[in-house]
């Protein structure tokens, strides 16, 4: 059994998050007061009670997420259950990044921060939209974003088939959202993001971003990364670092990704953090593969994957 660790981005949360797990595993725990004393908040009060608001702002998301996903990481690392491989997607790139041991825990909790806050300032709020559009081929959707007069907008997540989100500009998004239905769309709709990622409207982002990652110690990966700018394998510091800034900017070849790991050898994806969109997309890749999310069958993991 090959296994691939994957880990959720921006839209996973919800208030409650993390907390039976803070309840039950020291490690979780430990994690959540790591995370706290980091970012100078309980971060454990913020994603077990919110309020949703608050932990919706990008830049509590960001860490909030990667403390869910690190401290279910760390439960399954204590048991024995180590991937063969790992990726995230957008954000989720980052606590990819803590299991492979290139960024400590700390450092990125206090990155993803700064990361929410670049991207809220590179868009001023009600600028910017994202939307997602179902049932078109990437061609299709392409076409589209080409075809809009009002502004800029582009494709921003190719997540998989017949799942594409688009970001830009708000009326030109509005636009694309209008000439995607006359294309066939099954569904075009607005998505509730604060800010517009991975599209060009982020280079100011990107750029702050790479100011930042100078800051930060890396170290080689210890597992194996699939990124998701190019959806291939990273084994250098020089190449995480210019990944992490292109990502910010670049479409986001999720679908890529997936099939990049499924063509190496990859047989079993555990989605570690919370909720359960990334195994979605997987099962839409690729039906074929054995999928599993620590959110809801965390005991079935230690269960069937522990050696």
């Not at 797990?21 to 980091?38: G, M, R, V, W």
């Amino acid at each position: 059994m090959s296994i691939a660790f994957v880990f959720p981005g921006q839209g996973s949360q919800y208030v409650g998050m993390g907390e039976r797990i803070y309840n039950t595993y020291q490690e979780a725990k430990l994690t959540f007061e790591e995370a706290s004393d980091a970012l100078g908040y309980n971060v454990a009060e913020l994603c077990f009670l919110g309020p949703k608001e608050e932990l919706n702002k990008t830049y509590r998301t960001q860490p909030c997420i990667v403390t869910v996903s690190i401290a279910f990481y760390r439960i399954l690392k204590k048991r024995g259950i180590e991937p063969t491989v790992v990726a995230g997607h957008s954000l989720g790139e980052y606590s990819a990044l803590i299991a492979a041991d290139v960024i400590s825990f700390a450092d990125a909790v206090r990155l993803t921060e700064k990361r929410g806050r670049f991207m809220q300032a590179a868009v001023p709020e009600g600028k910017g939209l994202m939307a997602a559009i179902l049932g078109l081929s990437r061609e299709t959707v392409d076409e589209v974003c080409l075809s809009v007069t009002s502004g800029y907008v582009a494709p921003a997540n190719y997540n998989c088939p017949g799942q594409i989100v688009i970001a830009g500009e708000k009326e030109a998004v509005e636009e694309a959202i209008a000439l995607a239905r006359e294309a066939g769309a099954k569904r075009a709709m607005a998505l509730s993001v604060s800010a517009p990622s991975h599209c060009a409207l982020m280079i100011e982002a990107s750029r702050a971003l790479a100011e930042e990652l100078k800051k930060i110690k890396f170290n080689p990966p210890r597992i194996p990364i699939v990124n998701n700018a190019d959806a291939i394998f990273l084994n250098t510091v020089d190449s995480i670092k210019a990944s992490l800034v292109k990502q910010l900017d670049s479409p986001l070849l999720w679908e890529d990704s997936i099939r990049t790991m499924i063509d190496s050898g990859i047989d079993t994806f555990v989605e570690v953090g919370p909720g359960k969109v990334l195994t979605g997309l997987i099962r839409r890749i690729d039906p074929s593969v054995q999928l599993y999310n620590t959110d809801e069958e965390l005991q079935k993991i230690i269960d069937t994957l522990s050696v």
